[in-house]
């Protein structure tokens, strides 16, 4: 791990909340919130989903306004008509759900609202010089011209990480910037923080991903339901602190469950081999053979390009294999639709839950039933009653915090709209589920209670599949631990192995703690 960060400059509050409160109806959001960011240095904010750490960075660039309360902007008090207007005054917000315009290319996502002019029109040429220079500094090698939706999802939080820094910001907000992230990507935007911090620009910065965050922070804030519960400075805290000032005492991310019989194979992958959907020319899943139990709990940890993504989705029928054959409880299903799988037993939560995951425009009960259309609906007619009763089951049996069924699906935190889409998944009566990265933006404690639900369903027979990049994940509900290289195994533990090994075998090179 590198050194603690050095404060910069004079590290006074260039932007501070006072008593900020927000409420919803009768939802309070934030309840009398006092934040500082400090001038050229890294202020992390921790704590759960619906914290209010979304709502609080909203209020302070300018997106909602607080219900009470002020925002102070170098020693001045001040109110933000808009986030253009705070953007005006230098504060700028990257979002942890991508805002990008996925039919446009990375330039002009970069310059939307803020064109290049000449006088006879938009300059694409300069544009497209600062979007290289951007590019170069966040050493990605991602043409401007490039459509954004035919980049994956690391690539496109590159772009909204780019557009953020075109603008010239002395506060940067970060939401979630490193979820979607490779291990190389997150070292050179920890490399990009620590520049900005250097010619004075503040950075806030919010993420689940605790120990990564330590690296850059200077201050710590935790929030937990709304009331700031605690602040240190860096050399003050640790891993524990953090946690436990988030969600009390003792906390872990489960252990395998024991004490049953697993049953017989479930999902049975034999040479699978799938050619880049990029068509780059080479395969990225090679010749590869896995099989996993009725009620076993497997874990693919695997560095961004591994293949574990596409072996998913493969195996789900989203892409097709160029050899192999994927067999369910012994049936081949190989090249199935993602319909046909579904009615088989073999469900999928894709790690997008915003893109693949969810109908943005329907309720939370309508995204719940939707997979399982076919258990309340007789010919041309559904039924109303067995679709109620499904969805009250789901919300019930997946620990969903909403109003119920009739909720507006954004209305959720991402940790309970992740699990809308496992409640889903699940509402199907699946013999095996496979989950790309099923905690990728959500907290640490929406991830036990994710984690605690597939160890149940497992409990009861369910073949589980989860793949993450995150270590701590491994070690947490596995039964085994397979690490994927360059889309390959490159070896399978049990669940008493270390973290070390985990990373040495993905290619990882292990940081000395």
């Known amino acids: 791990m590198s050194a603690l960060p050095q404060a910069t400059s004079n590290g006074g509050v260039v932007l501070a909340a006072r008593n900020v409160a927000k409420s919803y109806g009768s939802v309070h959001a934030l309840k009398g919130v ?63 759900e991508l805002s990008l315009a996925p039919n446009m290319n990375v330039r002009d996502n970069i310059f939307m609202g803020r064109e290049i002019m000449t006088a006879t029109g938009v300059d694409f040429a300069e544009e497209e010089r600062l979007t290289r220079l951007l590019m170069a500094e966040l050493e990605e090698d991602i043409d401007p011209l490039t459509p954004v939706e035919d980049l994956r999802l690391g690539q496109q939080q590159i772009v909204e990480i780019a557009r953020a820094l075109s603008v010239n910001s002395r506060i940067l907000i970060m ?20 520049d900005l911090t250097a010619r004075g620009v503040s950075i806030v ?22 009331t700031m519960t ?29 004490g049953y019989e697993m049953g017989d194979v479930a999902l049975s992958i034999e040479g699978l081999t799938v ?40 195996v789900a029928g989203r892409l097709k294999a160029t050899a192999g054959t994927v067999r369910l409880k012994g049936r081949d299903v190989t090249g199935r639709s993602i319909a046909d799988c579904i009615r088989d037993g073999l469900v999928l939560v894709p790690e997008d839950r915003q893109r693949d995951g969810l109908v943005q425009t329907m309720t939370v009960g309508r995204n719940l039933s939707l997979a399982s259309l076919r258990a309340f609906t007789r010919g041309l007619f559904t039924s109303a009653s067995r679709e109620t009763d499904l969805v009250g089951d789901a919300i019930r049996k997946v620990h969903i915090k909403t109003d119920g069924g009739g909720a507006a699906i ?25 989950l790309d990265e099923p905690s990728r933006g959500i907290d640490i404690g929406a991830k036990a209670e994710v984690f605690k639900l597939l160890a149940e369903r497992a409990r009861q ?30 070896a399978q533990f049990g669940p008493d192995v270390t973290k070390e090994q985990i990373m040495a075998a993905s290619g990882e090179a292990v940081h000395a703690h």
């Open 205 to 226: 910065y919010i993420s689940h991903h605790l120990e990564e965050a330590l690296q850059i922070t200077h201050h710590a804030v935790v929030l937990r339901d709304g």
């Open 230 to 258: 605690a602040y240190a400075e860096r050399r003050d805290i640790d891993l524990e602190w953090i946690v436990r000032h988030m969600v009390g005492d003792n906390f872990d991310l489960g252990s395998p469950p024991a």
């Open 461 to 490: 027979g369910l073949a589980v599949v989860y793949t993450t990049s995150e270590v701590g994940e491994c070690l947490s509900i596995a039964h085994r631990i397979v690490v994927m290289r360059r889309g390959r195994i490159s």
């Open 410 to 434: 954004g209305s959720l935190s991402g940790g309970n709209q992740q699990k809308v889409v496992i409640g889903k998944m699940l509402a199907t009566d699946p013999e095996v589920i496979l």
């Open 34 to 96: 006092n934040f500082d960011i400090h001038r050229g240095q890294v202020t992390t904010l921790f704590g759960e989903n619906g914290a209010g750490k979304s709502t609080l960075m909203k209020i302070l660039s300018g997106v909602v306004k607080p219900t009470s309360g002020e925002i102070v902007l170098d020693g001045e008090p001040i109110v933000f008509a808009s986030s253009s207007q705070a953007r005006d005054h230098g504060i700028s917000i990257i979002h942890q």
């Open 275 to 314: 050619p880049d959907p990029g068509g780059a020319g080479y395969a990225v899943v090679d010749d590869m053979s896995l099989s996993v139990r009725a009620g076993e709990i497997v874990c693919i940890y695997g560095l961004m390009g591994a293949g574990r993504t596409e072996l998913l989705e493969t």
């Open 175 to 194: 939401d979630e910037p490193t979820s979607a992230l490779s291990a190389s990507e997150v070292e050179v935007l920890f490399k990009v923080i620590r």
